[in-house]
């Protein structure tokens, strides 16, 4: 599904979070979105997601104005993973990803065997069965991660929002999650803090200041000069001689 | 997920034992077999012969006691149970919205300086008195910005304490310039919680008010599951946050207010009984929900039991019972609940 944001603003006590953002994401596309801590990113996936209203500007779902849709009818089309949830309950691995059918059930619709079925798949695509029964509370930052990106997949949404999602986890799973998320048939934003994972996004914007400052292919985009305007480092572009893959090697720009 | 429709066959058998205990211990000790004669004479109608000071005892002493115990044991556990979803606070119990403050300064501004000249009620003043503290701290909250997530429920916290302070310091005022020590100890006893004084028309406030919470919160069961990560995270399961909470929250709070004006606030019950059955039952609110009300009930009516007979001729307040007897009943569920994990 389609997702579009219009001259998307946030301000909080009169500070500019995010600013005039405007761009959208095709159907099936993984769009990665980078840039410096505090430049806006969690937020703006947050109105993405319809969790915050934006005070400025607006955002479409297959050219739906997402102020007209129901909360429960976005988290049917959206699915969130934010980048720090955490929780005092003891509650189970299976108890978490079971949340994800909250938006499909109701007094008509109650819980089903296609509902458990979405769990027991989710569960699996993030390599999580055999935890199933595990506590929360046991489980690493990285378990966690993969749980709540379990959460998200049970929701069955069209459009995936991420952010890091792999933050917390080891250098295996941070490629098997990516991976899995680049074969999910469904539209994908994803927050990056790895340039070079960023690398292998259909397409990448960079946030500065709040504003979205360039969007476009990785390789038209991630280029030593925008890098370093952002980052404010300087970036060799390497070639992996295996595969002829573009790597990102960075330097303090002193 | 789906184990509620199982509480529906427990519970009213175990609230009708609860009762019914209610009803027949006492100074007096009554045949259970009395008490349901009478009720079976109150309700369907037969004709029974039952001694008429039992039938009278029964009827118009014990059994509405008992029964507005456990309305106000389940709506207190509901309570309880919403705002320490809601709030992601261990601590927060029924009366951390000002509302038991407020009661006491409605009930002191009634009893002890007189206001309404008499012609309102302790209860009135009471209810009256929860209402307003529970909307200057919505106020309060509201005006402090509330923001989202975990900030709010700060604010909403903090905008509790502090109406909660504000008001407690009206009762003592108003205790300290006009309260005679009668007066003041009537007052302490109520603020423990008290049912000596209540009757059936009281019941008729408690019932509605205990099968509203109930209600309420049954729809809202997916709700309250969704907030487990907290209210961002509810709202991209597609609860509609500030709705849900609006209603969650204002409905306990009035149910709260309701049972604080009738019997005074009787502390304990709406903070660890939710937490004894989250050790019991686990976290979902599907059986979380139906074992809070059932397990509120029955201990206030345990309660209120103990407060008449442990000591010969004398009531205890059933406040300091539900501590007494809450207190280490908690720390045995904990270490247990420590173990078994």
């Known amino acids: ?254 | 997920m789906n184990k509620a429709w199982h509480w529906g066959w427990i519970a009213p058998p175990v609230l009708l034992v609860a009762l019914v205990a209610g009803a027949s211990i006492g100074e007096t000790a009554i045949p259970a077999q009395t008490v349901l004669s009478v009720l079976a004479n109150k309700l369907f109608g037969t004709a029974i012969p039952v001694d008429r000071i039992d039938a009278g005892i029964i009827w118009n002493y014990r059994l509405s006691r008992a029964l507005i115990a456990a309305c106000c044991g389940a709506g207190l556990a509901l309570s309880g149970v919403v705002l320490q979803a809601l709030l992601r606070n261990a601590l927060a119990d029924p009366y951390l919205l000002g509302i038991s403050a407020g009661a006491s300064t409605g009930a002191v501004a009634v009893t002890v300086a007189g206001l309404g000249g008499g012609l309102v009620s302790l209860s009135a003043g009471a209810f009256v008195g929860a209402c307003a503290a529970f909307v200057l701290v919505v106020a309060l909250a509201q005006a402090a910005g509330g923001g989202t997530g975990a900030r709010a429920a700060g604010v909403i916290i903090l905008a509790g304490i502090a109406g909660s302070q504000l008001f407690n310091a009206l009762t003592a005022f108003v205790i300290a310039k006009s309260a005679n020590a009668e007066q003041a100890r009537g007052i302490m006893f109520w603020l423990l919680g008290n049912l000596s004084g209540v009757r059936w028309p009281d019941a008729w406030l408690a019932v509605p008010a205990a099968v509203l919470a109930l209600t309420v919160c049954v729809l809202h069961i997916r709700a309250l599951d969704a907030f487990t990560f907290g209210s961002d995270s509810a709202a991209s399961l597609g609860i509609a946050v500030r709705r849900c909470q609006a209603v969650l929250i204002g409905v306990t709070a009035l149910v709260t207010a309701v049972m604080v004006s009738l019997v005074g606030s009787i502390g304990f019950v709406g903070l660890v009984i939710p937490h004894a059955m989250r050790f019991l039952v686990g976290v979902r609110h599907g059986r979380l929900i139906p074992a809070s009300a059932l397990a509120g009930a029955v201990f206030l009516i345990a309660s209120d039991i103990i407060s008449r007979i442990v000591i010969p001729g004398q009531v205890l307040p059933i406040g300091v019972i539900t501590a007494l007897i809450g207190a280490p009943a908690f720390a045995l569920i904990l270490v247990r609940g420590r173990s078994g994990r």
């Open chain 1, 1 to 254: 599904m389609k997702i579009a944001a219009e001259g998307v603003g946030w301000q909080v006590g009169g500070t500019t979070i995010v600013d005039g953002v405007t761009f959208d994401v095709s159907p099936g596309e993984m769009f990665g979105l980078v840039g410096p801590n505090g430049s806006g990113k969690s937020t703006l996936l947050k109105m993405l997601a319809g969790i915050r209203p934006p005070s400025a500007g607006r955002i479409a779902l297959a050219d739906a104005p997402l102020e007209t849709l129901s909360r429960r009818r976005i988290a049917q089309t959206v699915a969130f993973v934010e980048q720090f949830a955490d929780t005092v309950d003891r509650i189970t691995v299976r108890d978490a990803v079971e949340l994800g059918r909250t938006p499909w059930l109701s007094a008509l619709a109650p819980w089903s065997a296609r509902d458990e079925a979405a769990v027991s798949d989710a569960l699996a695509s993030v390599d999580m069965t055999r935890f199933a029964a595990r506590s929360w509370h046991t489980l690493s930052g990285g378990e966690r991660q993969r749980v709540h990106i379990a959460r998200a997949l049970a929701q069955h949404p069209a459009i995936l929002v991420l952010d890091e999602p792999t933050n917390h986890l080891d250098i295996h799973h941070q490629l098997s999650i990516l991976t899995l998320i680049r074969r999910l048939r469904v539209t994908t934003i994803v927050a990056l803090h790895d340039l070079n994972q960023a690398m292998n996004c259909d397409r990448v914007g960079i946030m500065d200041q709040g504003r979205l400052v360039a969007v476009g292919t990785p390789h038209e985009v991630l280029t030593a000069d925008r890098i370093e305007a952002t980052f404010a480092i300087r970036t060799t572009i390497c070639i992996d001689p295996s595969d002829g893959t573009r790597l990102l090697r960075f330097h303090n720009a002193t």
